[in-house]
Structure formats: structure tokens, C-alpha cells
């Protein structure tokens, strides 16, 4: 039985992500699971997916504010090295996850500077409006648990 996706499913999906020039930005290596209604997943795309059945392939386009909201001049700024953890090998594109691997966000580094470098606390997706190609691999009925 193909079960429809909805609150309390787990789902199986494949997603890619592109923004609208059509440029990959994220080529979805491996299969996403979550369960629906439990904020595992952009809201727009849940929402979009809901009462899809496996086999559903398409397109769900969000806007910035659907997706990772504008980009915010004000998370970009200069960080002295001093501040920043000693022995670092700094160099542009480096992320740094403040609270170790648990922090809830990532600073990247966007260039050195004579003082330390300029990091960036957007998303890297933050401004961009995004295609996601998805397709519904798996839906198993929810019983109400969290399993993913």
C-alpha cells in the first residue's frame, strides 16, 4: 500500500538542491530521511510534500524567506585572532562550528585579514531562491514516535 505523506510519517527521499539560475548546490549524495511535522525539514518543502505518495517526483521552488531567509550583512564580520582558537589554520572557506560539533551554526571564513579573518554566520544558502528536485522514495505510516 502506497501510504500519502503526513504528519507522524517517516519519509525516504531523495533532493537535490539548485538555485534559479539552475547552478547545483547540493547534489543530495544520499537519501534524507525525516518525519513529517517534527521540523526535520524546511517547512515549504514539508509542506509542498504533504499527500505525496512514493514515486512523486518534481520540483518545489521556495523564495529566500521560505527557505534560509535574506542574507544578513550584519553575520559577517571581523573576528581578531585572538579570539579565535589557537594553532587554527585559517584559510577562506574554512567553517568553524562554535560549541564544537554540537553548535547550532557555522561560521564560515570568508577572507584573512592583517587582524585575524571576516567570518560569515549566514546559511550558505541565506538570500538564495532555491529549486529542490525531489523524489519520494518511502513513506511508512506514522504511529505517532519519532524514528528518524
Known sequence: MNAPIAEGSRVTLRC??????GALLDDGGRPLVFVCGREQLLAGVEEKLRGREPGYRGQIELTP????????????????????????????????????SDGKFALKVVSLTERGAM????HPFAGKHLVFDVEV????????????
Not at 524567506?65 to 594553532?87: M, S
Not at 567570518?119 to 549566514?122: S, V, Y
Request: hydrophobic content about 35%; aromatic content about 6%; glycine content about 14%.
Open 137 to 148: 522514495i518511502a513513506v511508512e505510516p506514522g504511529d505517532g514516535a519519532d524514528h528518524a
Open 119 to 122: 567570518l560569515d554566520g549566514n
Open 16 to 21: 537535490r538542491v539548485f538555485d534559479v539560475a
Open 65 to 100: 524567506e521560505e527557505a534560509y531567509g535574506p542574507h544578513r550583512p550584519e553575520l559577517v564580520f571581523e573576528a581578531v585572532r585572538e579570539n579565535l582558537p589557537p594553532g587554527l589554520d585559517l584559510q577562506p572557506g574554512l567553517q568553524l562550528s562554535p560549541g564544537g
